[in-house]
């Protein structure tokens, strides 16, 4: 069975500080995983992922995570977080065995304050 | 252009009715999923179609039948709604299904009296 674990329900950070939204993972094969980003009621947009190659990945609006195995961890991060940031943050995971069913942990809410 | 688009966006209804829901993607996906969103934002996979072909089935009350008339469509109907039921549903498709990102849908917020 796979799983994700996002240990923290909500994360404070000051506007121009870096970010960091934790995420781990558990599968039985390879991991796909994935960040998505939820604005009030709107539906998930997708930020980035994680497929094979390089451990740091780039994606939408300057976030990044890196992929680390050992750890089996999937952070999101921001060099500089921006108020419009603000947002429920979701981490997703599947294996290459069930490539289409997507875990998703349980979200972090990020607040940026000025 | 809205990509993947889903009516109604609010469905009040009272318990024991029979309800749809309509969900179009003018993308070209061959795969289209339906998620619940509970009250605590706790996102699950229901069902997935992949090239009309139902290819994920979770553990769902047998009230909920999906249906794919093709590629660009999937529809959720649930029948004799119950208090439980009230949640946000959201589709979603994407492109094949080795690991493509998904694009959502803004939901559909169902609520039961």
């Known amino acids: 069975a796979q799983s994700v674990a996002q240990p923290e329900d909500q994360v404070n950070v000051a506007e121009g500080n870096p970010l960091t939204v934790k995420c781990t993972y558990s599968?039985?094969?390879?991991?796909?995983l994935f960040w998505y980003v939820q604005y009030p009621n709107r539906g998930l947009q997708f930020l980035l992922k994680?497929?094979?190659?390089?451990?740091l990945v780039k994606g939408s609006y300057g976030f990044e995570a890196e992929f680390n195995k050992s750890q089996t961890s999937f952070h999101l991060k921001k060099p500089s977080a921006l108020v419009s940031d603000s947002a429920l943050y979701f981490c997703?995971?599947?294996?290459?065995?069930?490539?289409?069913?997507?875990?998703f942990g349980t979200g972090t809410r990020l607040q940026v304050t000025l | 252009d809205t990509a993947v688009s889903q009516t109604p966006k609010y469905l009040v209804t009272q318990m024991g009715n029979d309800k749809s829901i309509k969900c179009e993607q003018n993308?070209?996906?061959?795969?289209m999923y339906w998620y619940k969103q509970d009250s605590k934002k706790f996102l699950k996979i229901m069902f997935s179609y992949n090239n009309k072909e139902l290819i994920i089935n979770e553990t769902v009350p047998n009230r909920f039948s999906p249906k794919s008339p093709d590629k660009a469509h999937l529809n959720l109907h649930i029948n004799s709604l119950e208090l439980g039921d009230s949640a946000v549903y959201f589709c979603?498709?994407?492109?094949?299904?080795?690991?493509?990102?998904?694009?959502f849908g803004d939901g559909t917020r169902l609520s039961i009296l």
């Open positions: 979603a498709s994407s492109q094949g299904i080795g690991g493509q990102p998904q694009h």
């Open positions: 599968v039985s094969g390879n991991p796909y």
């Open positions: 994680y497929i094979t190659g390089d451990n």
């Open positions: 997703a995971v599947t294996d290459t065995g069930t490539a289409s069913k997507l875990t």
């Open positions: 993308l070209g996906h061959d795969t």
